[in-house]
């Protein structure tokens, strides 16, 4: 599974609804720069904005778009638009199952995979167990091979 393959569904909800303005890779990005912040979302991004740097212009600008608020004035006219601080919320399950997906994909060992996520040998096997489930597969080890391309 790759990002792009991945189903909103799997996202907390501001993300899955910022994915489909600007995609999942997008979300994942801005996930991992900013998952568990509060940051100020303005009404339009200039191109040094940390925003725009990370997303590119047109994406930047969609956020922006997506959280901006309009301020009434005086009879209801529209005066301007605000911006809004927004919690960013983390994807890290979800970028930690892509990553052992793609571990699965290249037959890293449990070893290599536990290093390359950061965590316990004892967690990628956990992981790896639901993998199987939702896959439907019956098998432990499916995915996963040794140096050699064998199924341990």
């Not at 900013?34 to 040094?48: E, F, H, K, L, T």
């Not at 212009?57 to 969609?62: E, F, L, M, T, V």
């Not at 309009?70 to 529209?78: A, I, M, P, T, Y």
Request: aromatic share 4%.
């Amino acid at each position: 599974m790759t990002a792009s393959q991945t189903d909103i569904s799997d996202l907390p909800a501001l993300l899955a609804g910022l994915a489909q303005i600007i995609g999942i890779e997008a979300v994942l990005t801005l996930a991992a720069a900013r998952g568990g912040q509060r940051v100020y979302i303005p009404p339009a991004a200039m191109p040094d904005h940390w925003l725009t740097q990370l997303l590119g212009h047109d994406a930047a600008r969609a956020v922006c778009d997506h959280f901006k608020l309009s301020v009434q004035g005086h009879r209801d006219h529209d005066v301007g638009w605000i911006g809004t601080p927004v919690v960013i919320p983390s994807a890290i399950r979800l970028r930690r199952r892509l990553l052992l997906e793609q571990a699965c994909v290249k037959g890293f060992s449990i070893r290599e995979t536990a290093i390359q996520l950061g965590i316990s040998e004892r967690m990628v096997s956990h992981m790896r167990a639901a993998r199987n489930r939702r896959l439907g597969r019956e098998q432990q080890h499916v995915g996963f091979m040794d140096k050699k391309g064998n199924d341990p």
